[in-house]
């Protein structure tokens, strides 16, 4: 069995009004799932997910999705389409094209600025967490403070569907229809939502992201 991993440092981030439902156990959030409040399947530049080319990285529209590429290391770059939610169900497929297998690919929620935010992520060699960066400082929240292996996350090339519950105190992961991780916090309570890319030590992750799905608890 993968060992944990240690906890990431990140030492940069680039950062590119609807109400809902309120379920109030687990159970009914794991089980019940509304409609959807926002779709965007990245085929055209008119999305509003905006793009950017520095030293860090790149992140835009290609090939009929958005393209995240990190190319130093500790570095997580990421896009959101500027809207706010309280409680929302994030899903989205993703795909690792290059660059190093042990990287970070997720999602965000409850974004009130680059320096506050939930985030859900996924490496390519088989690992996941749930965390919180809380005033710039970045903390898992699930398996011990360190990224865990889960069965459920498909390695290496193979595209991964993530799907990202912000509800209520719940923090909750699903890989691949399977629930991995769920967790309580209540610091941060409502913001934007989107989508993250990020390496370790070594630099090059590049990540697609498509069919980025929001639903009504």
């Known amino acids: 069995m993968k060992p944990p991993r240690p906890p990431f440092l990140i030492l940069a981030l680039l950062a590119l009004t ?58 997580n770059i990421w896009s959101h389409p500027g809207l706010q939610f309280p409680n929302v169900q994030i899903e989205t497929d993703l795909f690792p ?19 506050n935010y939930y985030f859900f992520v996924i490496s390519a060699d088989g690992y996941y967490a749930i965390g919180k960066t809380k005033d710039g400082q970045a903390q898992i929240l699930t398996g011990g403070g360190k990224m865990q292996p889960h069965p459920a996350i498909r390695t290496g090339r193979q595209p991964n569907r993530l799907r990202a519950d912000c509800v209520e105190q719940f923090l909750i992961l699903r890989v691949n229809d399977e629930l991995v991780a769920s967790v309580e916090d209540t610091e941060l309570s409502s913001g934007d939502v989107g989508i993250l890319a990020g ?5 090059g992750a590049d990540i697609y992201f498509d069919n980025f799905t929001l639903f009504q608890p």
């Open 199 to 203: 390496t370790f030590s070594q630099p």
């Open 97 to 115: 094209a290059a660059g190093p297998l042990e990287n970070r690919m997720g999602l965000v929620c409850r974004l009130a600025d680059n320096q």
């Open 18 to 75: 609807l109400g809902a439902c309120k379920p109030n156990t687990l159970t009914q959030i794991l089980v019940q799932s509304g409609g959807i409040l926002y779709r965007e399947q990245f085929n055209n530049r008119e999305g509003g997910w905006g793009e950017m080319v520095s030293e860090a990285g790149a992140a835009g529209y290609a090939d009929g999705a958005y393209r995240i590429v990190a190319q130093q290391p500790n570095v």
